[in-house]
C-alpha cells in the first residue's frame, strides 16, 4: 500500500529524497510520516505531516536538515534530506497513520523500507 523509492548511498554531507506513493484513500484519510532503524536500534520517529500538508513535525535530530512535503496530484509524500551525517544511517520507512502519533505501534500501515547508508 506504500511503495518507497529514492534510498541509497550518499557521502557525508550529501543529499538524498525519499519518496512514498500510496493510494487516493490512504493519502487523503491519514497522516503520513516517515520513521527510521538503525543496526540494533528501535525504530523511531523522524518526520510527519498532516493531511492538509499545512502542518509538518520533525524529530529534534534531523529538524534544520529533513523536510517533509506531499504531492496531492501523485499521491506521494517525500522526505528531503540534506547535510547526511553517517549517524543517519538506517532503514527508512514511510508510514500512515489514522492520527498523528511519534509511536510506532500506532502506525497502521508502513512502507517496505528504504536503506539509507551514509559513508564516505
Known amino acids: 500500500l506504500l511503495v518507497e523509492t529514492g534510498g541509497g548511498l550518499v557521502q557525508p554531507g550529501g543529499s538524498l529524497t525519499l519518496s512514498c506513493t500510496t493510494s487516493e484513500s490512504i493519502f487523503s484519510d491519514y497522516v503520513m510520516g516517515w520513521f527510521r532503524q538503525a543496526p540494533g536500534k528501535e525504530r523511531e520517529f523522524v518526520a510527519a505531516?498532516?493531511?492538509?500538508?499545512?502542518?509538518?513535525d520533525y524529530a529534534d535530530s534531523v529538524k534544520g536538515r529533513f523536510t517533509m512535503s506531499r504531492d496531492k496530484a501523485k499521491n506521494t509524500v517525500y522526505l528531503t534530506m540534506n547535510s547526511l551525517a553517517p549517524v543517519d544511517t538506517a532503514v527508512y520507512y514511510c508510514?500512515?497513520?489514522?492520527?498523528?502519533?511519534?509511536?510506532?505501534?500506532?502506525?497502521?500501515?508502513w512502507g517496505q523500507g528504504s536503506q539509507v547508508t551514509v559513508s564516505s
Open positions: 508510514a500512515a497513520a489514522n492520527s498523528y502519533s511519534r509511536r510506532p505501534n500506532d502506525v497502521n500501515y
Open positions: 505531516i498532516s493531511r492538509s500538508g499545512s502542518i509538518t
